[in-house]
């Protein structure tokens, strides 16, 4: 059963970092493209970045281009999410999801699925 764990969101000030995590167990979450998505309150779940099953390919929403960086170490069954210069509207839950087909590079949203539980980012002076 596939499950994945996200954790490291906290309440920042603005111009801030974090480091959100996203641990797989139950499945071979090497094989497997990774995205992170935030849904703020009110408002749609949307994509956020996304790296596939080696690391060698990312995408990004434009909101983040520059100040988000996703790696993953698959030693570790990991796959974080770098926040930079944190702005108030990267306000929101988090949420790590994997891709339904293995090796794949399609980062369309509508490919992933299996969510974790979801980690709250909060950037307010």
């Known amino acids: 059963q596939v499950q994945l764990a996200e954790s490291g969101g906290a309440l920042v000030q603005p111009g801030g970092s974090l480091r959100l995590s996203c641990v797989g167990s139950g499945f071979t979450l090497d094989t497997f493209a990774i995205g992170w998505f935030r849904q703020a309150p009110g408002k749609e779940r949307e994509f956020v970045a996304a790296v596939s099953w080696n690391g060698g390919s990312t995408n990004y929403t434009d909101a983040v281009k520059g100040r988000f960086t996703i790696s993953r170490d698959n030693a570790k069954s990991t796959v974080y999410l770098q926040m930079n210069s944190l702005k108030p509207e990267d306000t929101a839950v988090y949420y790590c999801?994997?891709?339904?087909?293995?090796?794949?590079?399609?980062?369309?949203?509508?490919?992933?699925?299996?969510w974790g539980q979801g980690t709250q980012v909060t950037v307010s002076s």
């Open positions: 999801a994997a891709h339904r087909i293995p090796l794949s590079a399609n980062f369309a949203p509508a490919f992933f699925g299996s």
